[in-house]
C-alpha cells in the first residue's frame, strides 16, 4: 500500500478527496486496453475504491475475464508534468456492498449528477447494481 501522510501520499489524498471520476482502464477479450471515466468513493477503511456498474456493461464483462486494472486521474496541468497518479490493482465483485444509493459518502458526492440522469436514487441504485472494489497494488506518479 502508499502511505497517505508522505508528500506525495498527500498530493494522492488530495486527488482522493476531491475528483469527480477516476479513469479506469480493464483490457478486452483481446488484450487491448478499455478506458472509461467513472464515478467512485475512496474507501478509506479499506483502502479501496468503489465504483458502481451497470451489470451488462462492458467493464463488468472485461473484469470477469480479467481482474486486473489501472485507474488514474486526470492532470489539471496542460504540460502533464504535474499531479500525474496512476494506480493498479485487481477489481473484485463486492457482493456484500448495498445500492449505490443506500452508500451515505457515495450518494452524496453522486446525488446531483444522478439528478443530471434523470434517475430517482433508488432507479439508479437498481440499474447500477455491480460494486466494484478495487484494491491499489501500487500507485506511482509525481506531483
Same mark, same amino acid.
Do not use: C
Given at each position: ?12 489524498? +488530495? ?6 471520476? $477516476? ?44 481482474? +486486473? ?16 497518479? $496512476? ?12 445500492? @449505490? ?9 453522486? +446525488? ?18 455491480? @460494486? ?6 501500487? $500507485?506511482?506518479?509525481?506531483?
Amino acid at each position: 500500500m502508499f502511505d497517505l501522510n508522505s508528500e506525495f501520499g498527500q498530493v494522492v489524498k +488530495k486527488h482522493l478527496d476531491k475528483e469527480y471520476f $477516476v479513469w479506469l482502464t480493464t483490457v478486452n477479450s483481446k488484450g487491448m486496453p478499455q478506458p472509461r471515466p467513472v464515478w467512485f468513493i475512496w474507501d478509506e477503511q479499506d483502502a479501496s475504491f468503489l465504483i458502481f456498474s451497470q451489470p451488462g456493461s462492458y467493464k463488468v464483462k472485461h473484469l470477469r475475464n480479467n481482474p +486486473k486494472v489501472s485507474l488514474h486521474f486526470n492532470t489539471a496541468d496542460k504540460v502533464g508534468e504535474k499531479d500525474v497518479i $496512476v494506480f493498479t490493482g485487481e477489481a473484485e465483485f463486492d457482493t456484500t456492498e448495498p445500492l @449505490a444509493h443506500a452508500v451515505p459518502a457515495y450518494f452524496k458526492k453522486y +446525488k446531483d449528477g444522478i439528478a443530471g440522469l434523470k434517475m430517482t436514487p433508488a432507479e439508479f441504485g437498481n440499474d447500477y447494481s455491480v @460494486a466494484l472494489r478495487i484494491k491499489p497494488m501500487e $500507485v506511482r506518479g509525481w506531483e
